[in-house]
């Protein structure tokens, strides 16, 4: 068979990481294909050509058409697709992991299954919204009501500094109009804000499904993710874009809070918090290790691809 033309799969060592990456970008109405190392998106204003390996997450909305070719080099490159609905609000899928490491995933399911590594992990995202507080005394009672008292405080600044009233988080999963506007944009940002948290977990070999605040859901760890920064990033661009009542509310809501995760390095602060939230006072940080290795019950590894005797 004729060998395909086209780029080489790239190792992963050799791909941009996460935290260096484009947030996201979203297409509809349109075809992406490939060429070369490039996605092409063409509509009918032309075409595009999107560098693979500079993107986190692809958001792919209705009348989207995708090659295989396409699909392929989105693969290689570590891409997260993210298949949305009407007005971005919904997505599925998850990424490739940008690493050949299990490590975090390990130290993940170690925390989440255990009581008291699983609350120490709560209490540090705590820590993050409460910036500047000692939280270490406060039970999962009080820390849960702090924040609800927390959220509430931040609705209701954002209500009186844009004038657009509040009436409390209230949409239709399935009808997006029936929304207000600025649940609307809310709803719209979101999904972005979701969409970047799973590209970011998948891309570290986390699990989306093992979260310690949201638990049972398979998403529960991005929407654990995505909380840090609603307050900073999608609450305020609801409140204005709400109180300027554009026409298109989704899709100004999206380049809006593209623009305000790249001006916020939140790629690079959510690589960093994940990684803070799952470590202990165990941690080897051993990231350079080798990736692959034989467990020991005394010893915790021993050196893969080496033939062993009996002692």
Known sequence: MAEIPGMIRPSVQSLPQIGDRMTFLYFEHCKLSRADSAITVTDEK???????????????????????????????????????????????????????SSRLLVK??????????????????????FSGEDVAH?????????EGSRMRSVYRHWSKETGV????????????????????????????????????????????????????????FVYDIADLYKAEITIPIAFRLAAESPEDIPSKTRRNVRDALAESHILERMVKDIKYLLSDEYDSGEEGCEPLY???DRSGSAEYGKSYRED
């Open 165 to 220: 009233p509040w009436h409390g988080r209230d949409y239709d999963p399935e009808d997006f109009s029936s929304g207000d506007p600025v649940n609307q944009a809310l709803s719209a940002g979101n999904a972005c804000l979701y969409g970047l948290a799973h590209a970011v977990i998948c891309a570290l070999g986390c699990s989306p499904g093992l979260g310690f605040v949201h638990i049972g859901h398979s998403l529960s």
């Open 46 to 100: 032309g075409i595009i050509h999107v560098p693979a390996a500079a993107i986190s997450v692809l958001m792919l909305g209705p009348g989207t058409d995708v090659t295989h070719r396409a699909m392929e080099l989105i693969g290689d490159a570590g891409v997260s697709v993210i298949w949305v609905g009407e007005h971005g609000v919904r997505y599925y899928t998850g990424g490739c992991a940008l690493t050949g």
């Open 138 to 146: 406060l039970t999962l009672q009080q820390l849960r009501g702090r």
């Open 108 to 129: 993940q399911a170690a925390l989440v299954t255990n009581q008291r590594g699983h609350l120490n992990v709560v209490r540090k995202m705590y820590s993050l919204r």
């Open 294 to 296: 034989l467990w020991d």
